[in-house]
Structures are given as C-alpha cells and as structure tokens.
C-alpha cells in the first residue's frame, strides 16, 4: 500500500497570505496523485488532477506541483472561503490512498 | 447537473449487515466507474471499493475486502455497497462518488452509519 504523509498537519495563515501544503508518497506515484478540498459537514471537492491540472471551476489560485514522491499544493493568496482541511490522493496503484489532510486555519 | 444521494445508512450491532444504496442522475451513469469512499467521525477519508462500468470489474480496500460487496443496476442507475460483519471501526460516512480515472470529481452528500451496541 502506498502511504501518503502530509504536512504540516495544521497550517495557521492570514488571508491574504500564501499557503503551501506538502504531500510525500512511500514510493513513486508518477503524476498521478489529486487534491480535495473539504469543509465541515460537506462532501470533499476535487481541487487538482495530475498532480497540476486544475478541476473545472477552480479558481487559478489553487496550483500544484510535483511528480514521483513529492508533491505541493499552493494557494498562492488566501481568500476566507479556503479555510478548510486539504486532503491529497493517489491512483497510480490499489489500493487507493489518501494522506491524513492538513487543516488550513485563520492565523 | 450530476447527483448522487446515498441512502440505508443507520444504527447496527456488530456483526450485523447494512445495505448501503446510491441513486445516480443528471448523467451516463453506465459509463462510468463508481466507488464508495468513507470518513470516520473526525479522522481522514478511506477509499472503500470501485465498480466498473458494467460491473466486471471491483476492488476493493483491506479493510472490508471478503466483508463488503459493492455492485450496480445500469438500469436503475443505482450503485450499492453490501455491508456484512459490521464492526465498530466500520462507523463512519459513507459516500458515493463518481470516478474519472480512479480519482472523483462528484460525490454524494453522505450517509452515517453507526456499529454499537
């Protein structure tokens, strides 16, 4: 199974700052690794595929990077309705995996 | 507009079994893969089981592997999720999501089921 281990677990910024979650994989995913967005009582949100394809509707200030191991996802200037908690995903081999998400909060 | 609901959550002893249910619209269901993804009460997400388009085809997680069955009716556009030998970690939201390849871009809002006594 590959584990996704994210970080950091939490992450205190201001609106208007920039955010930078990190995602690392036990073994190579190739670029085949997506992030959700999840706020409380909500279903998650497809942000990115590909490990850099934005979703459709997605704002341009969501990006992400990375291939093999080691993955970001940037958001380069927080808006209020970003806070939220950040999972990422990989489907290059079963089982599927999720990291453990990191909760983006309101410094 | 694409809408899953889930439905046939609820309260079971362990042991029990549930019967999850999922009725697709607003799209081709039968070309799709679907999958059944879950969120333990204030933990992370955990990919369940994934159906092919016409069902020839499932996976499964470690987890339920041998426990759980996922299928499908094309005709019905609906998707389910057979729950057997329910134990306590198996309490969470369950959700039906649509696969694009293996990762998914529409999902339900949920459905909760409990395993107490």
């Known amino acids: 199974e590959i584990v996704l281990t994210q970080s950091p677990a939490t992450l205190s910024v201001s609106p208007g700052e920039r955010a930078t979650l990190s995602c690392r994989a036990s073994q190579s995913v190739n670029n085949n690794l997506a992030w959700y967005q999840q706020k409380p009582g909500q279903a998650p949100r497809l942000l990115i595929f590909?490990?850099?394809t934005r979703a459709t509707g997605i704002p341009a200030r969501f990006s992400g990077s990375g291939s093999g191991t080691e993955f970001t996802l940037t958001i380069s200037s927080l808006l209020s309705e970003d806070f939220a908690v950040y999972y990422c995903?990989?489907?290059?081999?079963?089982?599927?995996?999720f990291g453990g998400g990191t909760k983006v909060e309101i410094k | 507009e694409v809408q899953l609901v889930e439905s046939g959550g609820g309260l079971v002893q362990p042991g029990g079994s549930l019967r999850l249910s999922c009725a697709a619209s607003g799209f081709s269901f039968s070309n799709y893969w679907m999958s059944w993804v879950r969120q333990t009460p204030g933990k992370g997400l955990e990919w369940v089981a994934s159906?092919?388009?016409?069902?020839?085809?499932?996976y499964y997680g470690d987890s339920v592997k041998g426990r759980f069955t996922i299928s499908r009716d094309n005709a019905k556009n609906s998707l389910y999720l057979q729950m057997n030998s329910l134990r306590a970690e198996d309490t969470a939201v369950y959700y039906c999501a649509r696969d694009e390849y293996r990762f998914w871009t529409s999902w339900g809002q949920g459905t909760l089921v409990t395993v107490s006594s």
């Open positions: 159906i092919k388009e016409d069902g020839s085809d499932k």
């Open positions: 590909g490990a850099s």
């Open positions: 995903q990989q489907y290059n081999k079963w089982p599927l995996t």
